[in-house]
């Protein structure tokens, strides 16, 4: 029956953290098939790009995306330029009969060059697209300049970290890249860029100052490559716009993704998850008018903490440096597997317990389009809902809180419905990862003692710590109960070592004091003999 109160209790936390019941009402009544999504992802990891600069012991570096033409669409992972980033003059490229439009000939435009091409000739040269020129245009001025690459800087205010793969705008530009353009061209966000052109400028220096310094504030040398499979950012919601959501392009590579999907099945810690009851430990928070969310999915959390083998500790080191979050502030990994029919309807990643900071949710597989398993997040402020298609390795990260760490409404989302299919493409199962980021760091007791727990049990955290937990949260409260769970789950080493240590001292005992009687009777050979033996001694002399 507590435990039933529990449920109860905590199912409406998302209605209480919202400003009225109503607000909560309405999210919860969404009709996902009404609505028209932007879908994502729009990049690739064939069009991804870095730039870098520093040394051994500072590296920076920036995510670009290559246009759609020049060497790079060509050499694929092997294209590479290093070079001095230089300002072209004007910065937007905005040079007199550039476009073919205006009435200049090809005389004009195959002699047509920036105003610094001393300064930009065997360079990077940088140029904004603030003008309005196509890519190929800015690419040809660049070329004519003797430029040995272009960057491109977005200059979209609205969407300050968007970037994008320039195309030719039509045929003729098709035709003149494919002809003349063979230097690598590529875009970087308006953030970026301004990371780019202050690279060595200190804090409270004065424009003077920055005109002394090399390069007027940007690196000297930059060197520019292709992505591969490094982790790189993709915006889906922008700048002001809530909730955050973005995506890490490879952020597990294939085998990684594999390799979780393999510890899952092995484990067999897969059981279906049942939000009619809520379950902390396992990050399922009860509906409040009991209704499912959860539909067909199998859940299994693994539970390593620092106990993780050497592959998870780089994976654990390698989510710590692309999203800048502590590893110690995570979850466990929470690996869901959806079959034909499964689907998770709208839900926020709350507990009443603690709002998580953020969550990351990874694809472990891909599929295929007709088979449906796309993550939405319907309640965008800005009026268009997002769509993200299951794509391996790619990870979403939304934030479940405001600048102000106040719980966002907005971040409801739902993962649609995954159906059977046909074909050699066709997939059996969905598999999701997740981890919950964590305003404070998790306590030893969830990283060391219950991964220790969960190994003795076979993998599979017992039912019974489960209920514990829930336990002592009805009998102290939320506030308190967390605490009291930990202190217990820590007390349970030490107890475990007094029990040992008792039955190793009392074995030792034992050993000792057989030892020592053997001992007494061959050094006192004179010692007293049973009274029998005594009487047969005496008996013996008589006769």
């Known amino acids: 029956m507590a435990l039933t109160k529990l449920a109860l209790s905590v199912g409406a936390v998302a209605c209480l953290l919202l400003a009225s019941s109503t607000t909560c009402a309405t999210a919860e009544s969404t009709d996902l098939s009404s609505l028209e999504y932007d879908v994502f992802p729009t990049r690739t990891s064939a069009e991804a790009a870095v730039v870098e600069w520093g040394h051994s012991a500072i590296i920076s570096a920036l995510d670009g995306a290559v246009a759609s033409f020049g060497p790079q669409t060509s050499r694929g992972a092997f294209f ?24 200049a000939d090809d005389a004009d435009l195959t002699t047509l060059k920036l105003k610094n091409t001393d300064e930009v000739e065997g360079n990077m040269v940088v140029m904004t697209n603030a003008a309005g020129l196509s890519g190929v245009e800015m690419a040809r001025l660049a070329k004519n300049s003797g430029a040995a690459a272009l960057m491109v800087v977005n200059t979209d205010k609205d969407h300050p970290d968007y970037i994008y793969s320039l195309e030719p705008e039509d045929d003729a530009e098709a035709a003149y890249a494919e002809a003349h353009i063979d230097i690598p061209v590529l875009m970087v966000s308006r953030t970026s860029g301004n990371v780019l052109t ?4 200190q804090e409270g220096m004065t424009q003077e100052e920055i005109k002394e310094l090399p390069n007027h504030g940007m690196p000297e040398r930059v060197r520019l490559y292709a992505g591969g499979d490094r982790p790189f950012f993709e915006d889906v919601t922008s700048a002001g716009t809530q909730p955050t959501v973005y995506l890490i392009h490879n952020m597990l590579t294939g085998q990684e993704c594999d390799d979780l999907v393999v510890s899952a099945e092995d484990s067999g810690a897969f059981k279906a998850l049942d939000d009619t009851a809520t379950s902390i430990l396992e990050h399922i928070t009860a509906q409040r008018d009991g209704s499912v969310k959860a539909v067909g999915i199998d859940r299994a959390v693994l539970w390593r903490g620092q106990l993780h083998s050497h592959a998870g500790k780089q994976i654990e080191e390698r989510i710590d440096q692309v999203t800048g979050y502590p590893a110690e502030h995570f979850s466990d990994w929470h690996v869901d597997r959806f079959a034909d029919g499964s689907f998770y309807g709208p839900h926020y990643d709350i507990l009443p317990t603690q709002v998580p900071i953020a969550s990351i949710l990874v694809f472990l597989n891909d599929v295929p389009d007709e088979q449906g398993g796309e993550i939405v997040y319907p309640k965008v402020s800005d009026g268009t809902p997002v769509m993200v298609r299951p794509t391996k390795g790619l990870a979403i990260v939304h934030h479940n809180t405001d600048d102000k760490y106040q719980f966002d409404p907005t971040t409801l989302h739902a993962e649609l419905e995954l159906v059977g299919g046909e074909g050699d493409d066709a997939i059996k199962y969905k598999y999701v990862a997740r981890k919950y ?18 190994m003795v049990a076979g993998g599979t955290l017992p039912d019974a710590v489960l209920q514990l937990h829930d336990a002592l949260l009805v009998k102290f409260g939320l506030d308190q109960g967390p605490t009291y769970f930990d202190k217990l789950m820590m007390m349970l080493p030490v107890g475990l070592l007094f029990v040992i240590a008792t039955a190793v001292s009392y074995v030792f005992k034992g050993k000792a004091a057989g030892g ?3 001992d007494d009777k061959k050094s006192n050979p004179s010692k007293k003999k049973p009274a029998s033996a005594r009487k047969r001694t005496v008996r013996a002399k008589k006769d």
């Not at 330029?81 to 073919?100: Q, S, Y």
């Open 437 to 454: 980021i964590y305003a404070l760091p998790q306590p030893p007791a969830r990283r060391i003692v219950l991964p220790l727990i969960s």
């Open 80 to 103: 590479e330029v290093e070079a001095m980033p230089v300002l072209a003059d004007p910065v937007d490229g905005n040079v007199d009969k550039l476009f073919t439009k205006d009435g």
């Open 198 to 201: 202050t690279a060595t400028v």
């Open 516 to 518: 020592g009687s053997g």
